[in-house]
């Protein structure tokens, strides 16, 4: 049974968080066309989401594609039914679905099983040599965007796909319109993955059709509200109405996203007309966007947390007692203080209410002590050789004054950090000189511990494919936690996982939860979803 983000919402409605929403009646005979300003639309060059697993690519794939359990954007990310009509629990290994009749593709095919069980397949998602309880070193370089040959998946995608259905034994065909997943092993969360970004349904005929990976990935056929007309890398994304559409003709003719790197140039281009939304809007400019009557600003508190990410294999981080002090010197209601305005807050971990009984109550982020935090800097020898803190020019909302303010913060418990301005993330991974710190944020995609800690910490996790961190008994614990039925059981280990992580052998701290906010014309109505995602579905969009 899957539960629902209410009490997640709950929690940040006071804060600035989503509304339940009204749906929106489609006058328009004549569909308009709508610009969007983005910071970015694809940091893999690509539309692929087993690729593209970034908050930047979260925001277009569900106006491309449906998975078969869609999630509620408009109001609550309830899970919902979307390519599947209904689905039943067989039991802890298996779980039947039926699919709607008549969906249309973006090439005019109808969806049936056969497309499920090849979105699912080792020619779209696995590769070759697909082992299902295989937990063998996956990742294997990060967005080398270009570099694939012909068909051949990137090491990413077998990663990302194993990482999200990491014993899947097989996908099955019951007739045209039911499908049957059957797990190796025991997984209470099947449902939940079915739900999230990794797992949508793709045609098997546009797939096999393209000529070569590369285009299929920036090419890609789904069943979404829209399909991709143009997409031109680092500039610029075209999508058109897919009139076809199962839930109902879409109210907008064509979607443009720019890519605006600079909020300046993103506000202007709103001011002049330029642009009718503008994304990735930090908290001080709202108030300048909100005092022009022709605009407004929406927004609030997501499944998000952003996060100070530690390569343990520094000499100066091999020590956990510097880690710690890293997270002890950190005042986080500070930051969100000062740089947020008090639009966001800082979180029990790396963890959210809508976990529901797997939520570990009384957990908190390290208190912040400096006094403590220079205790260990002296009791771990440390000398003050440089600290090296790899940093992107603000891809995440206010990330460079982030940086800064942790760096002098880390300074006042003794700590020498340095800044590195990078220009992607190629280079924020790269292991020809030594990583120390990085940024990086985490999202729950569906409500289990699973989709989070052990999906981006656990051994098939990017911090332990990369190379950053590793602790054994965490392992082992998410090993046991992903065919663990008894629940009780799977909330001690995920407890256990937490002291681990955020205490003992620091993976990494959370910073605060992550807020995002759009710029609009007042005069469209449209409201935005607790998510990066953005909705224009019909019944979420009229002028």
């Known amino acids: 049974m899957i539960l629902t983000r209410r009490n997640l919402l709950k929690s940040g409605a006071a804060m600035g968080g989503a509304l339940a929403l009204p749906r929106f009646a489609i006058g328009q005979t004549k569909r308009p066309s709508i610009t969007i300003a983005v910071q970015q639309v694809s940091n893999s060059a690509s539309l692929e989401p087993l690729r593209e697993q970034s908050n930047v690519g979260t925001r277009i794939f569900a106006t491309i594609y449906d998975r078969l359990i869609n999630q509620d954007l408009p109001r609550s990310l309830d899970t919902v039914p979307g390519l599947a009509e ?48 295989s937990n063998a070193t996956l990742f294997t370089n990060v967005l080398v965007r270009d570099n694939v040959k012909g068909k051949e998946l990137p090491a990413e995608v077998v990663a990302v796909a194993k990482r999200n259905w990491p014993s899947i034994e097989r996908v099955e065909s019951v007739s045209k319109y039911k499908v049957r997943f059957v797990n190796k092993t025991p997984d209470v969360t099947m449902e939940g993955r079915m739900a999230r970004m990794g797992s949508e349904i793709v045609s098997q005929r546009g797939f096999s059709e393209a000529e070569s990976w590369l285009e299929w990935s920036r090419k890609p056929v789904g069943t979404g509200p829209y399909m991709v007309e143009e997409f031109i890398p680092d500039q610029k994304l075209v999508l058109r109405a897919h009139d076809e559409y199962w839930g109902g003709r879409p109210p907008v003719e064509t979607i443009t996203m720019l890519v605006v790197p600079e909020v300046a140039s993103r506000v202007n281009g709103l001011y002049s007309g330029e642009f009718d939304f503008i994304c990735d809007m930090p908290p001080d400019q709202i108030d300048g966007i909100e005092s022009h009557a022709a605009f407004e600003v929406q927004g609030g508190l997501i499944p998000n947390h952003r996060l100070t990410v530690f390569d343990k294999h520094h000499p100066q981080l091999v020590d956990p007692r510097i880690r710690q002090a890293m997270t002890h010197a950190i005042d986080r209601q500070l930051i969100v203080d000062s740089i947020w305005s008090g639009r966001t807050r800082v979180p029990a971990g790396l963890q959210w209410e809508f976990y529901g009984p797997m939520f570990i109550e009384g957990w908190t982020v390290p208190e912040y002590d400096v006094e403590k935090a220079r205790q260990l800097v002296k009791d771990a020898g440390y000398k003050g050789d440089p600290i090296p803190y790899r940093l992107l020019n603000n891809y995440y909302t206010n990330q460079v004054a982030t940086g800064q303010i942790l760096v002098e913060m880390w300074r006042q418990a003794g700590l020498n950090v340095e800044i590195q301005m990078k220009e992607n993330w190629q280079q924020i991974f790269d292991q020809s000189t030594q990583r120390g710190v990085r940024d990086w944020s985490n999202s729950a995609p569906f409500n289990d511990p699973i989709s989070s800690i052990v999906n981006q910490h656990g051994p098939n996790g990017q911090q332990q494919q990369a190379g950053e961190w590793s602790n054994e008994e965490m392992n082992k614990l998410s090993g046991m936690m992903e065919v663990e039925t008894d629940m009780a059981k799977r909330k001690a280990q995920f407890k256990r996982m937490l002291e681990i992580c955020e205490r003992e052998d620091p993976a990494y701290t959370v910073l605060h939860q992550n807020a995002t906010f759009t710029g609009k014309r007042k005069d469209i109505q449209w409201k935005a979803a607790p998510s990066f995602a953005m909705d224009f579905r019909q019944g979420n969009f009229a002028i």
């Open 86 to 133: 209904s689905w039943e629990r067989i039991d802890h290994r298996t779980v039947e679905l039926n699919l709607r009749q008549g969906v249309k593709f973006h090439n005019g095919d109808e969806l049936t099983a056969d497309d499920v069980v090849f979105s699912f397949g080792a020619e779209r998602m696995f590769g070759g040599g697909y082992v299902a309880d």
